[in-house]
């Protein structure tokens, strides 16, 4: 199975990676155990 990567906006900010990282804990909650947070660019 491949990686499911969710992101926020390019140069984040901790909202962004904070949402991204709660949503892919939502989706390994419901069945996806693939789902990873990442980041896109440098954290402003």
Do not use: V
Not at 21 to 35: D, L, T, V, W
Not at 36 to 41: D, F, H, T
């Amino acid at each position: 199975m491949k990686e499911l990567l969710i992101i926020g906006h390019r140069n984040p900010d901790m909202d962004s990676i904070c949402s991204a990282i709660a949503y892919a804990h939502f989706k390994r909650q419901i069945g996806m155990p693939n789902a990873i947070a990442a980041r896109c660019g440098d954290i402003n």
